[in-house]
């Protein structure tokens, strides 16, 4: 799959900086308008900054970072998640195949929707990033899906939560860790069940080895629970003994008005 050919890592990268008021500002508007995505994402990378360089630098340490980092041309994950038709060639069972389930039916956009509802190219040039970094924030721009087919959370409302509160143990963002404070707010049927819910998927998460170290390209064709053991971490049912809970009655007005999943 072609990818793009920009340079090999510079031995220095930008040092990056929290911009906590715009950051912030974006974040309320955000949350008083949860329709528009633009203000979630301008938050999450406003309040990203030293994080983002962090991450970069965990990814290049690892064999897989160093080997994708060298390539020429780079692999291009998003180029290669778009491309169904390949994906569905793969093996019956897969974690390809899974990733086409759960993305099937359900009037899902294609990996190119994030890209361009994020702005990435303009973030890059307003946060100071460098072409290794906008390259690696590109390459986990849609690993909310990924992380859902690797952690087993589902598309519903609960499903939802669990797979955000699992993202806030992956990546510490301010915008995801405040999120728990108001998932724990949605009025459960099991008040007790549901905050152990959000606390076991958070851990679920912080336990899992760090996904954007992951090399998904090898995975794809791989049997899901192969995939999964590669990855590490607890089973689903590992860290959620209990089973998941019921949503309540807020959950899943929500789940409704977004057409049975989100």
Wanted: charged share 20%.
């Amino acid at each position: 799959m072609p990818g793009n050919s920009m340079a090999l890592p510079t031995a220095e990268q930008p040092t990056l900086r929290r911009e906590w008021r715009h950051g912030l500002r974006s974040l309320w508007k955000f949350i008083r308008d949860q329709s528009d995505l633009s203000n979630s994402l301008e938050a999450m990378f406003a309040l990203a900054g030293p994080l983002v360089e962090k991450e970069f630098n965990a990814f290049a340490a690892t064999s897989v970072g160093s080997r994708l980092l060298q390539q020429s041309p780079r692999s291009d994950l998003n180029a290669i998640l778009a491309d169904q038709e390949t994906l569905g060639s793969m093996p019956a069972g897969s974690f390809a195949h899974a990733y086409l389930d759960y993305l099937g039916g359900q009037g899902m956009g294609s990996t190119d929707y994030f890209l361009q509802a994020a702005g990435l190219d303009e973030k890059a040039q307003r946060f100071g990033w460098s072409e290794d970094q906008l390259w690696f924030v590109k390459r986990m721009a849609n690993s909310h899906d990924l992380f859902h087919i690797v952690s087993g959370y589902d598309r519903s409302a609960v499903g939802e939560v669990g797979v955000v509160s699992y993202t806030a143990g992956q990546i510490p963002l301010l915008p995801l860790r405040l999120s728990l404070i108001y998932f724990a707010t949605m009025k459960p049927s099991t008040p007790l069940a549901w905050l152990r819910y959000i606390r076991n998927a958070y851990r679920h998460g912080r336990d899992t080895p760090s996904l954007a170290c992951i090399d998904f390209e090898s995975l794809l064709p791989l049997p899901l629970e192969e995939a999964q053991q590669r990855v590490g971490g607890p089973t689903l049912e590992q860290a959620h003994p209990g089973g998941l809970p019921e949503p309540g009655a807020r959950l899943l007005k929500l789940e409704a008005a977004l057409g049975g999943g989100l």
